[in-house]
């Protein structure tokens, strides 16, 4: 006991954390799908931060199977397009919640669009209870409404949960100036405002999310997923991150 109390100390900035990860983190080096190395290694970072004692959750996109604008722009219609890539996300809640329960990790899967037989419904005072007792808490479906992005939903649920702070888990370990795969001159951000992500359009998740996170005072930690064990190293204040607050 002594021991996780030592361990929860180190991250005791925060109680409770909300994780937003792309469906495209899933698939490892495939051109799309899942697959199965890359989901167990991101079920055991999360692993390593809930056994630090912060309360998690997590929304997770769907960009390795289906994207809901890409149809769009195929010719599909809008909504019929984002009610696929809701579902997509499903597949890919249900995927983690797989992993990490095979570490014993205890999750519960909750969507924005009923499928009793599979998961919950998102029921909020539920959530609490859940992340209460030690339970990861994957929120899938998006919001449960076309034309909204999973980082608005990562944003919405995170200021309903009372989250601490959101994860952003990207390719490249925070916020740059430009795209620094493809302008090698581009910085990286220690700190930088919910304005300037706005006015410079520095591509950290789309505006509405961003101001969401903004009016609920929600900081937006930006942090590489793709190195094992970086997401409980970042929670613990250490390594390269960007962080956007006011």
Do not use: W
């Amino acid at each position: 006991m002594a021991k996780a109390a030592e361990k929860a100390g180190q991250a005791s900035q925060y109680k409770r954390i909300m994780l937003k990860m792309s469906g495209e983190v899933l698939m490892g080096d495939k051109e799309y799908g899942l697959d199965s190395d890359t989901v167990k290694r991101v079920a055991q970072d999360i692993k390593e931060v809930v056994d630090l004692g912060v309360e998690v959750c997590v929304v997770v996109g769907a960009g390795n199977i289906y994207r809901g604008v890409s149809g769009a722009a195929e010719g599909m219609d809008r909504t019929t397009a984002d009610y696929m890539g809701m579902l997509g996300i499903v597949i890919n809640a249900l995927a983690l919640q797989n992993a990490l329960e095979h570490i014993k990790v205890y999750s519960r899967v909750q969507s924005a669009i009923r499928m009793d037989s599979i998961c919950e419904p998102y029921i909020r005072r539920k959530a609490f209870r859940h992340m209460q007792k030690g339970r990861v808490v994957i929120f899938a479906a998006g919001t449960g409404n076309p034309y909204f992005t999973t980082d608005t939903a990562a944003a919405l649920r995170a200021s309903e949960m009372n989250c601490n702070a959101i994860f952003k888990a990207t390719k490249v370990d925070g916020v740059y100036t430009a795209d620094p795969e493809k302008d090698k001159s581009a910085t990286r951000f220690d700190k930088v405002s919910y304005m300037d992500v706005l006015t410079k359009d520095l591509k950290v998740m789309d505006a509405t999310a961003i101001s969401l996170a903004r009016e609920n005072n929600i900081p937006i930690v930006v942090f590489s997923v793709k190195e094992k064990g970086n997401f409980a190293k970042v929670v613990q204040s250490k390594g390269d991150y960007t962080v956007v607050s006011d």
